[in-house]
């Protein structure tokens, strides 16, 4: 038996680089060429616990939140076809897979640059263009999972929210002779009551907006920038588990303000009560990475 090829998706820094739209991204792309992909998660705040779950089959979404994780059932929900598995120790949930699925190409692992027990024949690095190592020093002096010098251990860097293509000068000298890209994610649509609508949907329209993700008030800009009047906006913790109150809460924030639309993000919008996601909208991202072809065949 041939087995998987693994590829190690990861950041350095606490809070979100956009793992997860690139994990989806990337798993795609590899999907679109015909490959049989599983993608691997801890499953971080799912209720179910740190064992090996099954997400997804590859066919049929097997579990959903609160027992899922809002992150792996999003790249679940958005990748048609990819095996989803959580657990803490990704060396079981990589032998539940082989077990169980036959003519698996590749093994995505999410968020697993300092999960080191784990082998993988290619370690892809996510770093925030914009702030790609802050002070430099690890938590709690800083920002950082570890010391910038473990850039060196990448095979591939991947500049997220990307406006240029210059490398920024702090990493400069852990990244040499590295392959290197850039990235931004791109809002595609709103989606709204089983439409996906256009951006202009936005335009003038005044919103109430919540987050629970690592970087609330991005999401908030950017939809400032498509044209929304925010006139109340709720940030959470990341991954927040919502409950029905609290919803219910920002419906009235929204009668109160006489608001068009309570909008928040796809990945607060999954983990939402299945009879109130019929009032609240969200923001569907995509990605774009320049010289993609490049990049996916390093992969293949």
């Keep these: 038996m041939t087995l998987p090829k693994i590829v190690s998706i990861g950041n350095i820094s606490l809070g979100g680089t956009g793992k997860t739209p690139f994990t989806i991204f990337l798993a795609n792309k590899l999907i679109s060429k015909g490959y049989n992909v599983a993608i691997l998660s801890r499953g971080y705040k799912g209720k179910i616990g740190y064992n090996t779950n099954l997400i997804s089959d590859g066919k049929n979404i097997l579990l959903k939140p609160p027992l899922a994780a809002d992150e792996p059932y999003m790249i679940a929900v958005n990748c048609q076809g990819a095996i989803v598995i959580t657990g803490k120790d990704r060396n079981k949930s990589y032998q539940y897979l082989i077990e169980?699925?036959?003519?698996?190409?590749?093994?995505?692992?999410?968020?697993?640059?300092?999960?080191?027990?784990?082998?993988?024949?290619?370690?892809?690095?996510?770093?925030d263009h914009k702030n790609s190592i802050s002070t430099g020093l690890p938590f709690p002096f800083g920002y950082l999972r570890e010391f910038p010098s473990a850039i060196k251990r990448a095979d591939?860097?991947?500049?997220?929210?990307?406006?240029?293509?210059?490398?920024?000068?702090?990493?400069?000298?852990?990244?040499?002779?590295?392959s290197t890209f850039f990235s931004k994610t791109k809002p595609v649509g709103v989606f709204y009551q089983d439409n996906l609508y256009d951006l202009e949907f936005l335009k003038?329209?005044?919103?109430?907006?919540?987050?629970?993700?690592?970087k609330n008030r991005n999401f908030f800009k950017l939809l400032e920038s498509l044209g929304a009047n925010l006139v109340y906006t709720k940030?959470?913790?990341?991954?927040?588990?919502?409950?029905?109150?609290?919803?219910?809460?920002?419906?009235?924030?929204?009668?109160?303000?006489?608001?068009?639309?309570?909008?928040t993000t796809e990945k607060d919008f999954v983990k939402m009560d299945e009879n109130l996601k019929n009032l609240v909208a969200y923001l569907k991202i995509g990605m774009e990475i320049n010289d993609e072809n490049r990049l996916i065949q390093i992969v293949e």
């Design 235 to 263: 940030g959470f913790m990341d991954h927040h588990h919502y409950r029905e109150k609290e919803i219910n809460f920002l419906l009235k924030i929204k009668d109160r303000y006489q608001a068009d639309l309570l909008i």
């Design 156 to 178: 591939i860097v991947v500049f997220t929210r990307a406006d240029s293509f210059t490398i920024p000068a702090k990493v400069e000298k852990y990244i040499k002779d590295k």
């Design 100 to 127: 169980n699925f036959k003519n698996v190409d590749f093994v995505l692992l999410d968020d697993a640059f300092q999960h080191r027990k784990m082998k993988r024949d290619l370690d892809i690095l996510l770093l």
């Design 204 to 214: 003038d329209k005044n919103v109430v907006a919540f987050a629970g993700i690592a």
